[in-house]
């Protein structure tokens, strides 16, 4: 399909956004697109004293950087380990299974309990959010990588550490990776969530939370078309990735 | 064959029996002993179920046996083994690597220095007539320039034997047909012990010295057959019909008696 033509739904919105906001008449419910516009042509504006949407961009980057890449560092091996040993896989499953239907936000109370309101309870529930994502590709990846390869290393005398590391992490990779993808999107969206939590004092999340407050709807809108941005991004970011250096996985036969 | 001489391969009452945890126990090969020499060329024959592949494998230390036991080089068996290669009919390839980088896979797993190591792989890319195609990945070759290169990385490591379990049996004819004709050129220029899985008769009689043929449920080794007439062989002669013929009559009749 030609490109200019994915843009007609998004102008068409706007449109029915832009006849809709003058029929209603009222900012506080459905501002115009001009109105929100501006709030985006001026993202390092201080917004009411709590920082402009650049800042709390950043912010709320920083923060799922770390619940993120700590899920990232915990899920990876163990995964592999898991995805390895059959005996930990079947000790292990029914727990993992018990655990990763629960919404990271039913985490929320116990996060607060465990370790008050700030950075620590919003980095554990993004912690958990990318968690489960990420260790389920992987062990998938690891249990599914090529039996004849790992054999054919074996009779080349790969044991150990150099199976691991020539044979089983490059065979698991794009699976790893998509769990990363997955993971990242999910983190992106316990930012957001967490960050509107009381107590919290800035991120997009409380940005948006916090103009509610104050009836400024436009910057409500803005800061969703941001948090949409960031999401698409990062997303885009990661696919670019796994075009680039996995593209032996979709060729191979 | 000379007494003195020391068999490549001694294979001594092999049995496997596979354990199943719904139904009876498998015995998939039934006191199998044959002995290979150097540089042999040897086919593996038998329908499918007779136990070919797991006789291979065994011989790979993939697989042990249950009963018996298998030599190589007056030693045993115990386990995946430098002094073996195996091809495999497909996938064997890692798709993340160059075919310079898969050729050399032995070769760095063993330890050696990257400079040693590309001067060999880059002889034997050379070898299997791949040069060019060094730094390719392996979707980018065909089925038979990948078996090539699988063929080229079993070489760089200097095996003893070459185990090949049907490594052309994925490929069309046509490519099937050039891939046995190269195979032999290489054979006779590396002079080595091949094992050669087969479930293609004309395959067998085309390459081999000799021809084993395994009988179905249990695996038992039925006949040997000596393949005397010089090659390059003419698919089209006297000879090779009349042995052909006498082959796939057996195993017509191991298959029937199932």
């Known amino acids: 399909m ?3 033509l994915k843009l007609l739904p998004p102008l068409f919105l706007l449109l029915i956004w832009e006849v809709a906001s003058i029929l209603i008449n009222n900012p506080f419910i459905l501002p115009t697109p001009a109105s929100v516009i501006s709030v985006l042509m001026t993202p390092s504006a201080d917004i009411l ?3 402009s949407i650049i800042d709390n961009a950043l912010l709320s980057i920083w923060r799922v950087i770390l619940g993120f890449g700590l899920a990232v560092l915990c899920a990876v091996p163990a995964g592999i380990i898991i995805g390895r040993y059959r005996t930990i896989d079947e000790l292990l499953n029914p727990l993992i299974q018990l655990l990763r239907p629960i919404p990271p936000l039913a985490w929320v109370p116990l996060a607060l309990a465990w370790f008050k309101i700030g950075l620590a309870s919003i980095v554990f529930i993004i912690f958990i959010g990318s968690f489960f994502p990420v260790l389920i590709n992987t062990i998938d990846g690891v249990r599914r990588v090529n039996r004849t390869w790992i054999e054919t290393a074996l009779i ?3 044991k150990g550490w150099k199976l691991l590391v020539y044979v089983i992490i490059p065979a698991a990779a794009p699976a790893v990776w998509t769990g990363l993808r997955v993971g990242f999107g999910v983190a992106w969206m316990c930012v957001v ?7 919290t004092t800035s991120g997009l999340g409380y ?6 407050n104050w009836g400024q709807v436009p910057v409500i809108i803005a800061g969703m078309i941001v948090i949409g941005i960031i999401g698409i991004g990062a997303d885009l970011l990661f696919r670019g990735v796994e075009k680039r250096k996995f593209q032996w996985q979709e060729m191979n036969r | 064959m000379a007494g003195d001489e020391q068999m490549t391969v001694v294979i001594q009452n092999v049995g496997k029996i596979f354990e199943t945890r719904t139904r009876d126990p498998v015995i998939a090969l039934d006191d199998i002993s044959f002995e290979i020499q150097k540089g042999e060329f040897i086919a593996i024959l038998g329908p499918s179920g007779c136990g070919k592949t797991t006789l291979l494998r065994m011989i790979a230390g993939l697989d042990t046996p249950t009963t018996g036991s298998i030599l190589v080089e007056g030693k045993p068996v115990t386990g995946p083994d430098p002094r073996l290669a195996m091809i495999f009919q497909e996938y064997s390839l890692y798709p993340w690597r160059t075919v310079r980088a898969n050729v050399a896979f032995g070769l760095q ?3 050696m220095e990257k400079e040693e190591r590309n001067r060999i792989t880059d002889r034997f890319i050379r070898l299997v007539g791949l040069d060019g ?9 065909s089925g038979g320039m990948r078996q090539r290169v699988a063929v080229a990385r079993a070489l760089a490591t200097d095996p003893a034997v070459l185990l090949m379990d049907e490594p052309f049996g994925a490929l069309d004819a046509q490519t099937r047909n050039r891939m046995q004709k190269e195979l032999l050129e290489i054979w006779e220029s590396a002079r080595k012990t091949v094992v050669f899985v087969t479930h293609s008769v004309d395959e067998a009689v085309y390459l081999a010295d000799r021809i084993i043929v395994l009988s179905p449920r249990p695996g038992r080794l039925s006949a040997i057959y000596d393949v005397s007439f010089s090659r390059p062989r003419d698919r089209t002669s006297v000879e090779f019909a009349s042995l052909r013929r006498d082959v796939l009559e057996l195993i017509d009749h191991l298959e029937e008696s199932q």
């Open chain 1, 49 to 51: 004293g709590s920082g």
């Open chain 2, 109 to 111: 797993m063993r330890g």
């Open chain 1, 207 to 212: 940005l948006i939370m916090y103009s509610y």
């Open chain 1, 2 to 4: 030609r490109w200019y």
């Open chain 2, 133 to 141: 195609f060094a730094d390719s990945y392996p979707y980018e070759l």
């Open chain 1, 156 to 158: 080349y005398g790969a």
């Open chain 1, 193 to 199: 969530a967490a960050e509107m939590l009381p107590g």
